[in-house]
């Protein structure tokens, strides 16, 4: 197995889920306190957790018009996100 790296990181594409909301986006500036996310978008309903990372499928999708800020306390985890970011209302 090669090195292990954080997904969290500048430029990587993730599937981050917080205690409430699940998010995808690139990762552009983390700091102590906060990650933002460019090309973000709230993902409403992942539908099954295997299928949404292995395949991209996802059910319910809000993206944002601008970049979003969330609060790191609030991360519970964060997986490269290895499919085209999702731009379109679903």
Avoid: C
Wanted: cysteine-free; hydrophobic content about 45%.
């Amino acid at each position: 197995m090669g090195k292990i790296v954080s997904p969290l990181a500048v430029g990587k594409a993730v599937l981050l889920r917080t205690v409430t909301h699940y998010f995808t986006g690139r990762v552009a500036i983390v700091k102590n306190g906060e990650a933002v996310l460019t090309d973000a978008a709230w993902i409403a309903d992942t539908g099954r957790w295997h299928t949404a990372l292995k395949t991209g499928s996802l059910n319910e999708v809000e993206p944002f018009v601008g970049p979003v800020s969330v609060n790191r306390a609030a991360i519970i985890d964060v997986t490269e996100w290895t499919h085209q970011l999702p731009k379109e209302q679903k």
